[in-house]
């Protein structure tokens, strides 16, 4: 069965800093597989998706994901954080023909000035 | 544009009491998805419609769950007999196909008393 497992529940960083958000997962197969972004009392945001076109993926904002088979990873990263990046981010992969999603239990992302 | 809309955004109601949660998806988007996020987790996947077809209803926690699509626009979330465990955020997302990403809304927050 899928998964993805987000190492940290909690990370903080200062603003200027990079960012690292971890993730695993879980899968018999090649997955496809997403990082979201979901800001307080809103919805979720699509930050990036990969689709095995390429293993190095850029999204929105600045953020960008590796996709490492040998380690089964999809870490988030972005050179330098943003006050307005603080929220939560989730890892999520698609099941199965019909798309539903499954995610991970999310990081939450604090910026300190 | 328009993105998927949710209402009400709050709703409190009575343990016992039957609620209604509505989702308006983006105009043309044919697949159609409810996920319940609990507070501090991630979301979790609860059913899916392909137009006005519920395709998987397997994340429904109970027989107190109802959802539909009657014409293949508009979906309604039916909970009766609420119970306190139902409380928690409801996430409507839709997608042009169902391995396509996903567009959220921003939530109906549902607390039982």
């Known amino acids: 069965a899928q998964s993805v497992t987000q190492l940290d529940s909690h990370v903080s960083v200062s603003e200027g800093t990079p960012v690292l958000l971890r993730c695993n997962y879980s899968?018999?197969?090649?997955?496809?597989l997403f990082w979201y972004v979901q800001h307080p009392n809103k919805g979720l945001q699509l930050l990036l998706k990969y689709t095995s076109a390429a293993t190095l993926v850029k999204g929105i904002n600045g953020f960008e994901a590796e996709f490492k088979k040998s380690e089964t990873s999809f870490h988030l990263t972005k050179p330098s954080a943003h006050m307005s990046d603080a929220a939560e981010y989730f890892c999520v992969a698609l099941r199965g023909s019909q798309g539903n999603l499954i995610f991970g239990k999310g990081t939450k992302l604090s910026v300190k000035p | 544009g328009a993105g998927v809309s949710q209402s009400p955004r709050y709703k409190v109601a009575k343990r016992g009491q039957d609620v209604a949660l509505r989702c308006d998806p983006i105009s043309g988007h044919v697949s159609l998805f409810w996920y319940q996020q609990a507070l501090g987790q991630g979301p979790e996947f609860l059913t899916y419609f392909q137009n006005e077809a519920q395709l998987d209803k397997s994340g429904l926690p109970s027989d107190r769950f109802f959802a539909e699509r009657p014409e293949g626009s508009v979906s309604t979330l039916k909970i009766q007999r609420t119970q306190q465990e139902d409380s928690a955020v409801y996430l409507c997302?839709?997608?042009?196909?169902?391995?396509?990403?996903?567009?959220f809304g921003d939530g109906t927050r549902l607390s039982i008393l």
């Open positions: 899968s018999s197969y090649s997955p496809s």
């Open positions: 997302a839709s997608s042009l196909g169902p391995r396509e990403p996903q567009h």
